[in-house]
């Protein structure tokens, strides 16, 4: 284990919970900018076509999802990572 080991208990845990917070501000703001930005565009956006549909429609319909399903999995493989820096992780116990 890293040099956190050597820190309190109470420190380690509020590092912890500081990196935890500031992860999820970050996916929060991606989640935030995904979901109502591109409705302040969304006529510029319908000038382009995918496939047939306008890319306000497409961008609705499936980019937010595909970006919500990312976040999903980066979020879980984040604090996987983060756990076992601070000796949380299951395989710990």
């Known amino acids: 284990m890293s040099d956190l080991s050597k820190l309190p208990v109470a420190e380690r845990n ?12 970050i996916l929060i703001a991606i989640w935030f900018l995904v979901s109502y930005v591109p409705v302040l565009f969304v006529e510029a956006l ?3 076509v ?18 919500f399903v990312v976040e999903i999995f980066y979020y879980a493989y984040a604090m996987n990572k983060l756990d076992a820096k601070y000796g949380l992780s299951d395989r710990d116990r």
């Open 50 to 67: 995918i496939a047939g549909f306008p890319l306000g429609y497409y961008m609705g319909s499936q980019g937010s999802l595909i970006v």
């Open 46 to 48: 319908n000038n382009v």
């Open 14 to 25: 509020r590092l912890y919970w500081k990196e935890n917070l500031r992860l999820i501000t």
